[in-house]
C-alpha cells in the first residue's frame, strides 16, 4: 500500500470503518500522519457511519478537521470507556427552571440549587426529539414545533433557536415516532385526539376523532442555510374509541388501532384501509401497543402474546381529496382473523414485567425484554428476545432468546427501570435506568448482534443524576453517543398520580 500515490491510498482508507482506521494507524509513522493530517479518510467513515446508522449529516457541518471527524467516529466507543469506568461527569446546557418557589432537579454530584427567580421558559413544552448526530433537538411546545442548534450556542450559553413552524394542534398533542428517511431528512408524526366524553360509555354514539399529521424536515448540507419544514400529509379520522388511538408509522405506513379497529393509511400514496382484527375465538383483542414488521401490524399484548394481521396492498382504498375518514360510517368492514398469533407460553412464565420494545438496527426485528419477578441478592434479572416473522410459515414465528443480564441499584430495594434504550454504534446499545431512590444511571453493553453479559456478572452501570423527588418524572430521554449529549423532559406534579404542575427541560453535554 506505501507504493501507491497518497490520493489512492487516502481513496481506500476512506471505505474502512473506525476501528480498521484505527489500526491501520498503529502500522507506520507515514500511514499515521497521512490519515491524521487529511480529514478526507475519517471523513469519509462517518458518512458511512451515517448512511448506516441513520444519522443526518448536517450534524456534522461544524467540523473540518481530521481530529474533529475521528472524534465524531469514535464517540461511541468513547462514550462506552466512560460508562464502564463510571466517569461521566455531565456538563449542563441548559438549566431547569422552576415557576414554582421549590427545588429543581439536582446536578449530577447531588447538589440542589434553589429555584430561579426567572421564569420557566418550558412550561408549554409538550416533547422532545434529539436528532440522530446529536447536534439538533427538535420540541413541541404548545402549538409551535420549534428546531434549535446544541452546538451554536448564545452568549449565555443557551442553544440556538434555528426555526420554528406553526401547529394547528392545541391541548391533546401527541409526537407518536420519527423517522429517519434518509441522511437529510425525517419523518415525524403527530396526533392530537378529540375524546367524545359526551357519549360515556355508550360505544355506539361515540364520535372521538383523532388528527394525524406528517411533517417533512429536509436538513441542508450548511446550517447556514435555510432548510425546509413542511407539512407532507394530514389525515382526520373519526371513530368510537374511548380511549386514545394506537398509532405507529414505518416506511410511509401509519397504523391506527382504535378499541376495534384497525386504520393502515399510506400517506405517500393516499390510500387507506380499515379492518377489524379478532382473535383465534372470534372476540376482539386488547392491544397495548402496536408496530408495523415485515408487512404485518403487530399487536402486542403484555400478558397474551403477539398478534399479527397482514397488510394487503392491493386493497388500499383512494382518498382523493379527502382530509378526513369516518369509521363508523365505513360500509362493510372486514372482520379479519389474525395471520399469526405468538402466545408468551413459548417463553418462562416468570418473567411477567414488559418493558420498551424496539427495532433492531438494520433489520426488521422487534427487540424486547422481560424482568423475573423476584430479587435475588438485590439484584434483578433481565431477559432479551427478538422477534421475526418467518416468511415461509408466519404461524411457526418465534420469540428467540438473546440473552441475560442482571441490575443491581445502589440503594437497597430500588426498583429499576430500564426507562430508555439507545443505539450506540453498530456492536453496542445503551441503557437510561431510572428509579426515584437511586437517581438515573447509563450503561452500555452489547448489541443484538452479540450476546448479552453473563448472568453472574452484573452490567456496569454509570451515575448520570442523582436521586429524584417522587414527583418527578421522566417523560423523555434522548441519548446521542456520537455528541455526547443527553436531552431529559422532566414533569412535576404535586402528588403522584395529580395533574401536571410544572415541566423541565435539561441538556447535558458529556463530551464538553
Not at 318 to 337: C, F, K, M, S, Y
Request: hydrophobic letters at 35%.
Amino acid at each position: 500500500m506505501r507504493s501507491l500515490a497518497p490520493e489512492l491510498q487516502l481513496e481506500i482508507i476512506g471505505e474502512l470503518d473506525e476501528c480498521d482506521i484505527a489500526q491501520l494507524e498503529q502500522v507506520c509513522k507515514d500511514l499515521y500522519d497521512l490519515i491524521e493530517g487529511n480529514p478526507d479518510a475519517w471523513k469519509g467513515c462517518l458518512r458511512r457511519k451515517c448512511e448506516h446508522e441513520g444519522m443526518i449529516w448536517s450534524s456534522f457541518s461544524n467540523l473540518s478537521t481530521a481530529a474533529g471527524f475521528k472524534a465524531a467516529c469514535t464517540g461511541p466507543k468513547r462514550f462506552k470507556r466512560k460508562c464502564d469506568q463510571d466517569q461521566i461527569n455531565p456538563v449542563k446546557v441548559t438549566t431547569p427552571f422552576s415557576t414554582v418557589n421549590a427545588d429543581v432537579p439536582g446536578n449530577a454530584s447531588g447538589n440542589e440549587r434553589a429555584a430561579s427567580d426567572e421564569p420557566n421558559p418550558w412550561t408549554d413544552l409538550r416533547d422532545i426529539y434529539l436528532v440522530p448526530g446529536g447536534r439538533f433537538l427538535i420540541t413541541i411546545e404548545g402549538s409551535w414545533m420549534k428546531v434549535w442548534d446544541l452546538i451554536l450556542r448564545g452568549e449565555d450559553g443557551s442553544p440556538t433557536l434555528l426555526r420554528r413552524h406553526s401547529l394547528a394542534f392545541k391541548k391533546y398533542l401527541r409526537l407518536i415516532c420519527v423517522e429517519v428517511v434518509n441522511t437529510s431528512t425525517l419523518h415525524l408524526l403527530l396526533c392530537e385526539d378529540f375524546p367524545d366524553t359526551s357519549a360515556g360509555w355508550n360505544m355506539a354514539q361515540n364520535r372521538s376523532r383523532s388528527v394525524l399529521e406528517v411533517f417533512e424536515f429536509k436538513f441542508s448540507v450548511s446550517v447556514e442555510e435555510a432548510f425546509l419544514v413542511r407539512k407532507l400529509a394530514e389525515l382526520g379520522v373519526r371513530h368510537n374509541g374511548w380511549y386514545s388511538p394506537l398509532v405507529t408509522q414505518l416506511r410511509g405506513l401509519v397504523a391506527l388501532k382504535t378499541d376495534r379497529d384497525t386504520l393502515v393509511w399510506d400517506y405517500n400514496q393516499g390510500g387507506y384501509y380499515v379492518w377489524r382484527a379478532l382473535d383465534e375465538d372470534g372476540g376482539i383483542c386488547t392491544t397495548s401497543r402496536i408496530l408495523i414488521l415485515e408487512g404485518y401490524v403487530i399487536y402486542l399484548d403484555y400478558q397474551w402474546g403477539f398478534h399479527g394481521a397482514r397488510i394487503l396492498d392491493h386493497t388500499f382504498h383512494p382518498l382523493g381529496n379527502a382530509r378526513e375518514i369516518d369509521i363508523l360510517t365505513q360500509h362493510g368492514i372486514e372482520n379479519r382473523a389474525h395471520s399469526l398469533s405468538i402466545r408468551y407460553a413459548r417463553v418462562p412464565k416468570s418473567l411477567t414485567k414488559w418493558h420498551v420494545t424496539q427495532y433492531a438496527n438494520d433489520q426488521d426485528t422487534i427487540v424486547y425484554e422481560q424482568q423475573e419477578e423476584e430479587l435475588v441478592f438485590n439484584t434483578t434479572f433481565f431477559h432479551r428476545f427478538s422477534f421475526q416473522i418467518d416468511s415461509d410459515n408466519p404461524q411457526e414465528s418465534e420469540f428467540i432468546p438473546e440473552g441475560r443480564y442482571s441490575y443491581k441499584p445502589s440503594v437497597k430495594y430500588a426498583a429499576p427501570h430500564p426507562f430508555n434504550r439507545f443505539p450506540s454504534g453498530q456492536e453496542t446499545a445503551g441503557v437510561v435506568w431510572f428509579a426515584w431512590d437511586d437517581g438515573m444511571t447509563i450503561s452500555v453493553h452489547p448489541s443484538l448482534t452479540e450476546r448479552c453479559p453473563s448472568p453472574e456478572k452484573t452490567i456496569t452501570r454509570a451515575r448520570l443524576l442523582p436521586k429524584r423527588r417522587m414527583t418527578d418524572t421522566a417523560h423523555r430521554i434522548a441519548v446521542s453517543p456520537v455528541s455526547g449529549k443527553i436531552a431529559i423532559l422532566w414533569r412535576r406534579t404535586t402528588c403522584p398520580e395529580i395533574e401536571i404542575e410544572d415541566t423541565f427541560l435539561e441538556i447535558l453535554d458529556i463530551f464538553p
